[in-house]
């Protein structure tokens, strides 16, 4: 038995399921692709033999028992597998299907079918191989021991050849999880990778998707993921693995197309970042991402703008009244328009859809509107991953994503979460709410959060006008906070207040001139008054001085006239007590 | 259809298996038994001639393909069940 290692894979080249296994199906060994109905076995084996033969250089032979391979071959023209090409020398359908008119009389075993593979497969070099609807050639042999044995014997066949099989089976649907119940569960032992496809429909949606049961020797992601069937096939959705590289982030700041959101933001959000806005219905959600998206086209970005509530002419209209011009870029092809409405079916298929579209606009921008819509009807469980991987998708893809969001109003600011929980992955979350006040409606607009920048936590108000979106500052007073026509008058009441306080000040300053004049004028003539009197008072203390001068000089000179005998007027008393004079 | 029709035979054999062993021994006597000598029977080894079986699409081994007396039919197995095939390929006429 020839040892080809599990760790060699043989690449499908169906977007996702590549990453699902790790690199594709064991090389050089057998797969079981089971599925009900109408789940996608043969695209999905019909893709696995193109992509070999086209890209891998491995040529392929189909093995088809219950189908005619003209009906396969021509039911598959609609993707771009180019089969026809591929048929002359890569790709081979061999028709097995059992003869209706077969006769079955006693044992018999697949020796004429090994012999064919064997001719062929050499004369194209084959290295890949499918059996499609492998039950209906089981269901001809008559029991199963038989089974069994034919079966190891194919088995031991391809493992000689080294060929990398694939083996699809129908399956009932529900039963799934047993394979003892099938009829083919033995192979489920047998085989070294086994893949499970599951169709249903949810509430009128239908969801495809796809398990990988087993896979020896290998790690593989064993959850179910989601599949849709595109216009190229297969199209697995892939979440982000772990292993995977994270994305390049980038510290470029793109606007949001509002001047001062940019700078509440810190300049701006950043390059590839997701943005969710919610708030009600009318918050201006849309006119928020519709400036994003001019400011993207002024730039010259190439943008996407995917509506899911209106037409895309109708968006372009609508956002003309508030200053947006949108029309100019759709006519230069920066920016693409996509309704969204039209398109139906589940989250899944949106995903897909809007992904190819982005791919082919090559959009640097993308603003859906809105996100919640993913959760229509039917949609609900897988909703949420299917916004998770939008995200992851966009990040890994360098594309800024706007997303707005509706708010249920029945249930209330308090569940201020957005339905899908996108606010968690979101790099920025901006809120748009109203405010009800003295009749009037008035839109509020907060950061919630905002990831790696600083921002502003305060409330703004946002004003929609002909002349494009502002904001302007809330007006609190004693709590409360004001907006609109109330923030205006007590505005100007603020305004009249003011003029009127100056002009009381005014007033105030020329009264008190004047007083300090008055003032001013009382001090001098006091100090007129003052120098008058200090002249009285020392031309008094001279008149008194010359007085007692002549007084004393009158008396002596009296005394001189008169000749009397000098004595003085106090001496005598002294001399009375006594004491001699010591003079 | 004639009386005494003459019935060709095409046995495809996956080598010497003991299906193919059997199966080519069990129309033998059928054959002897039931035909006498109006029949011919040829032998196409699948391994020996792989590209006929891919042509004639014969999967599945032993396979009897009966060319004539049209219709052209085919029964697959080791021809154990005699009374299934007698009815099916029409041995009845001749054994009335």
Redesign the interface.
Known sequence: MPATGLSVKAQTGIAGFDEVTGGGLPKGRTTLLVGGPGSGKTIFSVQFLAYGAKVCKEPGIFVAFEEAPKRIVANLRGFNWKLEELQRQKLYF???QP?P????????????????L???AREIGARRIVFDAMDVLLA?LPDEAMRRREMHRLHQWLLDHELTALVTAKAGGQELGSPHEQPFGFMQFMVDCSVILNHRVDQGVSQRNLRVQKYRGCSFNEDESPFVIGKDGFDVAMAHTLGRADAEVSFERVSSGVKRLDTMLGGGYYRGACVLITGFPGTAKTTLSGAFAEAACRRGERTMFVSFDSDGSEVVRNLTSVGIQLARYVKSGHLRMISARTITGSAETLLVRIKSLVKQHKARCLVIDPVSALSKAGNELTAHAVAERLIDWSKSAGITLVCTSLLDEVSGPAANASPLQVSTMADTWIHLNYLVQAGERNRGMSIIKSRGTSHSNQVRELILSDKGVTLADIYTAGGEVLMGTLRWQKESAERVTNEVAEVAGKLKRVCLDAEEAVLEVRAKSLKTELVAKQVEKALLVRTTESRKRELSGGRRRMRELRGADVAKPAKPARKRSGNEPKS | MSRNPRFKFRL????D?E??A??LS?LRALCGKLLENRHEIEIVD??RE??R??ED???????LVKLSPAPI?????????TE??VQ?LGFWTLAV
């Open positions: 061999m028709d097995a003869m008119e077969l006769i079955q009389s006693g044992n018999f075993d697949l020796g004429g079918l090994l012999a064919a064997e001719t062929k001809l | 495809y054999v996956a080598g298996t299906n193919s059997r199966a069990n699948v391994f792989p590209g079986a891919l699409r014969v999967f599945m081994t032993p396979t039919q085919r029964i697959i197995g080791t021809l154990s069940d299934s095939i099916a």
